[in-house]
């Protein structure tokens, strides 16, 4: 069985940039190279999962979000981690263009990308995670069946803030300043699991 620890893009591990397709926009957050090896050398596949509307809005192509992620598994790569697959959703149900204007399975939160991983991955789901910013990544862990973590880079702080001020119950399973952080959080948890 695989541990696959799943990951949104914009906002997790890049800085949020407004339909993010250009390489040289690409700017990882700080801290993010290592604790993506981090994970990597415990043992996790890293796969992300990303919804990518720009596509479904005529902005840019699919070849453009693949090249991005080329490149991006290429800076990676400078910190000895690396993105085993990438995921992502062109379409959008309202603002779509032609054939990418559809209601879809893939786009989060719906769990369509986590099915196609397990086409190429033996997802252990009691130890995968979902790590995001926005309340659709953490739901979509938690329609898929793992424990969903928001992380306060982007717009996950803002988030969290909200929803106390409304006194709203978390829909994720833990909050993390960074992606630093949640490394450190899936870590110890495993450690914790496997000495018990």
Same mark, same amino acid.
């Given at each position: 069985?695989?541990?696959?620890?799943?990951?949104?893009?914009?906002?997790?591990?890049?800085?949020?940039?407004?339909?993010?397709?250009?390489?040289?926009? *690409? +700017?990882? *957050?700080?801290?993010? &190279?290592?604790? *993506?090896?981090?994970? %990597?050398?415990?043992g996790f596949k890293l796969v992300v999962i990303t919804n990518q509307a720009g596509v479904a809005r005529g902005y840019y192509?699919?070849?453009?979000?693949?090249?991005?992620?080329?490149? @991006?598994?290429? +800076? !990676?790569?400078?910190?000895? /981690?690396?993105?085993?697959r990438f995921f992502y959703c062109p379409h959008h149900p309202e603002h779509g263009v032609g054939i990418y204007k559809k209601?879809?399975?893939? %786009?989060?939160?719906?769990? &369509? @990308?986590?099915?196609?991983?397990?086409?190429?991955?033996?997802?252990?789901?009691?130890?995968?995670? @979902?790590?995001?910013?926005?309340?659709?990544?953490?739901?979509?862990?938690?329609?898929?069946?793992?424990? &969903?973590?928001?992380?306060?880079?982007?717009?996950?702080? !803002? *988030?969290?803030?909200? @929803?106390?001020?409304?006194?709203? +119950?978390?829909?994720?399973?833990?909050?993390?300043?960074? !992606?630093? =952080? /949640? /490394?450190?959080?899936?870590? =110890?948890?495993?450690?914790?699991? %496997?000495?018990?």
């Amino acid at each position: 069985m695989d541990r696959v620890v799943f990951l949104d893009r914009d906002g997790t591990i890049n800085e949020e940039v407004h339909y993010l397709h250009r390489p040289e926009e *690409l +700017k990882l *957050l700080p801290g993010v &190279g290592e604790a *993506l090896k981090s994970l %990597r050398q415990a043992g996790f596949k890293l796969v992300v999962i990303t919804n990518q509307a720009g596509v479904a809005r005529g902005y840019y192509s699919c070849e453009d979000v693949e090249a991005l992620h080329t490149y @991006m598994n290429q +800076k !990676l790569g400078e910190y000895g /981690a690396g993105i085993d697959r990438f995921f992502y959703c062109p379409h959008h149900p309202e603002h779509g263009v032609g054939i990418y204007k559809k209601n879809c399975s893939c %786009r989060k939160p719906g769990i &369509g @990308m986590f099915q196609r991983a397990e086409e190429l991955f033996q997802v252990d789901k009691a130890h995968s995670y @979902m790590i995001g910013d926005k309340l659709i990544d953490v739901q979509a862990g938690v329609n898929y069946g793992i424990p &969903g973590i928001l992380v306060g880079t982007g717009y996950g702080s !803002l *988030l969290k803030k909200e @929803m106390e001020e409304k006194g709203e +119950k978390p829909l994720y399973d833990f909050y993390a300043e960074t !992606l630093v =952080d /949640a /490394a450190e959080y899936i870590l =110890d948890r495993e450690n914790h699991v %496997r000495h018990f």
